[in-house]
């Protein structure tokens, strides 16, 4: 990754999407959260989503907060600049069970793995590599353009949700 | 009763078609809800990418118009028609303009493109500038606005979002005006705790939220009171906003409010934290290449 020349860089904030035609180094931070790494591997471009909650419910604003918005909107983001739905395939980070208590409503992470793995599934694109579940945060830093994404794992590193 | 086997047969038989119908009705009707709510992701995602798009088409007239507003009344200075229109003109102008902010932030929040870009800010600049922009908004409706700034803490600096905090305390701003009775007051005050965690409180002493309505009032296009005899200015979208721009800062937001006696909102924002910095791993952390796709 460091061959000498300048790549864009861009922090994902929770509850954002980014993809753009250029090389870029995506980064983000993960607890429970959940991002979803979408990349043509024809055309060698991709985008990323964070999403903190599964579902909207339909009230407040329909941000990508939520997992079902935050899936659509990223799928449409890659096709808005030239990515082809057929030579798409994802990468899934997050959903760690940060808060340690092992009750289902708190599960929120495992709420939003499933979340992101049945929408990838409904849109027919293959998951070719994932890093979820757990107790540790992440840091994850995509290369728009390589496909390659790092991870970093450590239970300081959460300061996103 | 006594029934033959032949009879028992047949009510079985009909109850069995009787589910499936059942069965297939609700089959059917899931499908249709299923399209229905694909048709309504695809129209909320149209309407969010359609109002990123004609933000400027709208911004750039709308500054001009408060720009010669502010213009006209420099010029007009001495004739009092001149100068009461420009500053009409100037004051329905930046109202608009508030409006549209609004309408725009919601759409940049709804299409997940809004990029927290966290500065220094003298927070006790920051809010007094905020609070002067309202002093009109405020004498029209004849109430009263003050900024309480703490004794020692005039000088602190907070690392925020300038743009995002402004839309924020401005909309919480708006509402407790609107909401105040004539001869009111609005209060506004902010500290810095311990944890570095900026908490600006704005209170109103209007009509106040009954404790049932208080997690509604947060949703889209939500105003308590409805209908065409409301009295109340704006579109429902505000406080909306400022939940999810606190969200987007990792903030909260929290109201202490009941009927009749007013309300207070307090925002707490941690210090903006993430930065654009690719060395910041945890010391904890591990560093690896995960995967390599040019080799898939």
Not at chain 1, 69 to 88: D, F, N, P, Q, T
Not at chain 2, 65 to 86: M, R, W
């Amino acid at each position: 990754m460091d061959s000498g020349k300048m790549i864009n860089r861009h922090f994902l904030f929770p509850g954002t999407i980014f993809a753009d035609p250029l090389e870029y180094l995506i980064s983000t931070v993960l607890g429970s959260c959940v991002a979803v790494c979408l990349w043509d591997h024809v055309l060698r471009r991709g985008g990323m989503n964070h999403m903190m909650l599964p579902l909207w419910n339909g009230e407040g604003l329909a941000t990508p907060k939520y997992g079902n918005i935050a899936m659509e909107k990223l799928l449409s983001k890659v096709l808005s600049i030239g990515c082809r739905r057929e030579h798409l395939v994802a990468k899934v980070f997050g959903g760690a069970n940060v808060s340690g208590t092992g009750l289902e409503v708190f599960m929120i992470g495992d709420r939003n793995i499933t979340l992101a793995m049945g929408m990838l599934e409904k849109f027919r694109i293959a998951v070719v590599a994932k890093d979820v579940g757990g107790r540790d945060g992440r840091k994850i830093v995509m290369n728009s353009e390589s496909g390659v994404v790092m991870v970093g794992k450590g239970r300081k590193a959460v300061s996103g949700d | 009763m006594n029934i033959t086997d032949e009879e028992l047969i047949e009510e079985l038989l009909n109850r069995f078609a009787k589910s499936r119908k059942a069965f297939s009705d609700l089959s059917v009707v899931n499908r249709k809800l299923l399209e229905m709510n694909e048709l309504l992701e695809r129209s909320e995602s149209l309407k969010s990418n359609f109002l990123s798009n004609i933000r400027n088409e709208i911004n750039n007239p709308l500054n001009v118009i408060i720009g010669l507003a502010g213009q006209l009344a420099i010029v007009g200075a001495g004739n009092e028609d001149i100068s009461s229109l420009s500053s009409l003109i100037g004051a329905e102008a930046t109202h608009l303009d508030f409006q549209l902010r609004n309408i725009f932030i919601a759409a940049e929040l709804e299409a997940g493109e809004v990029n927290p870009r966290c500065v220094k800010v003298h927070i006790a600049t920051s809010l007094r500038d905020l609070v002067d922009s309202f002093r009109h908004t405020a004498a029209k409706k004849n109430v009263a606005l003050r900024l309480i700034l703490p004794e020692y803490e005039d000088g602190s600096l907070a690392v925020l979002d300038v743009e995002k905090f402004q839309i924020i305390i401005s909309n919480l701003l708006s509402n407790a005006i609107e909401y105040s009775t004539d001869g009111g007051a609005v209060e506004v005050s902010f500290s810095v705790g311990g944890d570095g965690c900026l908490h600006v409180f704005v209170q109103d002493h209007g009509v106040g939220i009954a404790s049932d309505d208080q997690l509604r009032i947060f949703d889209r296009f939500v105003q308590l009171e409805t209908g065409t005899t409301r009295s109340h200015l704006g579109q429902g979208l505000g406080l909306s906003i400022t939940k999810s721009l606190v969200d987007l800062m990792q903030g909260s937001i929290e109201l202490n409010s009941s009927l009749g006696e007013g309300t207070l909102f307090t925002v707490i924002l941690p210090p903006c934290s993430i930065l654009d910095d690719e060395d910041s791993f945890s010391e904890a952390g591990n560093l690896f290449i995960f995967d390599d796709m040019s080799e898939a």
